[in-house]
């Protein structure tokens, strides 16, 4: 019985993973503004390694969508893990920072600073800075 109500409370969760790959923007649009819901069911282990390579493989959507997820993703540490996880943030952070429209640009530009604020100096020598130096010679 208990397996049975562990699997409904997690159905919610399904969908929202589902709509993520849905060919309707406006439900992917949803589900990327719960992504803290979904990244809390997961547990910062699997948020680590599952669904931020999930998303960082898929950045290739509607702008709104993109926005969206950037804007996420910078608040996305306590659900990493804390700060000593926060460079697995940086790599769909990137992707985002390199698409074609200039707000979706800026939204990953403006969470990518956020989530310097809470890298330590070595981790920013060690993850932020080669990011920075990819992005300002367009290498991504």
């Not at 931020?52 to 509607?62: A, G, H, K, Q, V």
């Not at 310097?116 to 367009?138: C, N, T, Y």
Request: charged fraction near 25%.
């Amino acid at each position: 019985m208990a397996a049975t109500s562990e699997d409904d409370s997690l159905y919610p969760i399904a969908v929202l993973i589902d709509e993520l790959r849905n060919e309707d923007t406006q439900l992917r649009l949803n589900s990327i503004k719960k992504l803290s819901t979904i990244a809390l069911a997961l547990g910062v282990e699997r948020t680590r390694a599952e669904l931020i390579p999930f998303l960082t493989d898929t950045i290739e959507d509607e702008d709104e969508v993109l926005w969206a997820l950037a804007e996420q993703l910078g608040n996305f540490i306590p659900l990493v893990g804390g700060p000593e996880y926060a460079s697995c943030l940086l790599p769909p952070l990137e992707n985002l920072a390199t698409v074609e429209e200039t707000v979706v640009r800026e939204k990953a530009t403006e969470s990518l600073r956020m989530i310097a604020g809470d890298h330590s100096p070595a981790d920013i020598e060690k993850h932020f800075a080669p990011l920075v130096k990819r992005l300002s010679q367009g290498k991504t």
